[in-house]
């Protein structure tokens, strides 16, 4: 008897836990609905539900933390914080010649606590990635605290507050914002040049101060970064090649910095370059996706290397079976390597989910997949589909 009470206790346990589980599924499904929403909405062009996820309050609380702020820039932000923070968010972004759309990647919530993972594509096969810290009031309410924003290289409560501060960059905000607190009143003058030279986006000034900089300075994050985006506005490939070589020895393999440094990797022909950091950006970001895979099958197929192409494409289609750049990818990788009948595998997904028709005139359009229109594994598959 009391082995069957034994028992009874612990199938009733099971049960117990088994409902726990069950809920919290439930809610994460619901949560996950709920932020999918929210990412559907900046896709509409409307900001409203990604503005009312998150409590002003507490947002700039920690936009302002203990950085030293100028008085009059921290009234004028508190002010306009609707429009400035919008603008503050939509400005990260790559440029584009079309729309920016956000997908929904990954998606994790246990308790009060949760991430996601939005890829935003841009035009050019352009890409930023954000990593959202989540949360839920008393209500359960999704809540949106922050995130780590992949393509500016920092979470957005640190850059927007480093933005405030480079408004008005007094000496001792100045100073605040490095690293090694003991540098000279000398350097910190000058740090405040930079960041004025920054906030007035004129890269001729912020280099002449540049180049006069301390070692030490140099290798500071906040003027690490600046450098290279201030060399990007420029324009000017010597500064360019600088700030990349500075990044990479100064943080190797630093997550923030690896989806700006593909996209300098892939202008410049450094294709395994450009596939080290992509990995160190998957690292970074927790999730392998259908893009970042397509964009090694890329490289890899720029290289000649058509084995390493073929299975990142493969492995886009993968994880992400809905992106039709995955499918793409697999395409012309496999018809790099020669597999004409494994290439018509995705012809034929491009066709049936994706509404492409892919006859030879169209094969003809595109240099790397007219070699196609004439193999007889392409004319046996599209004379079964007519």
Known sequence: MK??????????????????????????????AEF?????????????????????????????GDRLIDSEVKKSFINSYSTSFEQMFTSSFPKSEKEILGTLIDFEFQGNEGRAVVRYAASGY???????????????????????????????SDD????????MPSKPASRKMLMNKKVSDGD??????????VRDRKPARFFQVYDGLSQSLLEERVVVRASFAMALIARDQ????????????????????SLRLVEYYISTRQYQEAIDALVVLQDGIGVKDGATESLKASAALAMGNTGDAEQ??????????????GWWSLLRARTGAADYSGA????????????????PEQLGRDRFLKVLADKQEYLDWRASRE
């Open 126 to 156: 352009r890409y930023s990635y954000h990593v959202y810290d989540l949360g839920r009031n008393s209500k359960g309410r999704l809540l949106i605290r922050d995130w780590i924003d992949y393509y500016e290289g920092g979470r957005f």
């Open 36 to 64: 999918q929403g929210i990412v559907e909405g900046l896709n509409e062009d409307s900001f409203e539900k990604f503005r009312r996820a998150i409590v002003q309050k507490d947002m700039l609380a920690r936009i302002f």
């Open 238 to 257: 010597a500064r360019i090649r600088n700030a990349v070589r500075v990044l990479v020895e100064t943080y190797p393999n630093d997550p923030l910095y």
């Open 312 to 325: 990142y494409a493969l492995q886009a289609t993968v994880v992400e079976p809905s992106l039709e750049l």
């Open 344 to 359: 018509t595998d995705a012809l034929a997904r491009l066709e049936d989910d994706f509404g492409h028709t892919l006859d």
């Open 188 to 197: 910190v003058f000058q740090v405040a040049e930079l960041f004025k030279a």
């Open 3 to 32: 082995w069957v009470q034994q028992s009874a206790a612990v199938a009733a346990f099971v049960v117990i836990l088994w409902a726990a589980a069950a809920s919290a599924e439930i809610e994460t499904d619901e949560l996950r």
């Open 160 to 167: 927007a507050g480093a933005a405030l501060v480079m408004a």
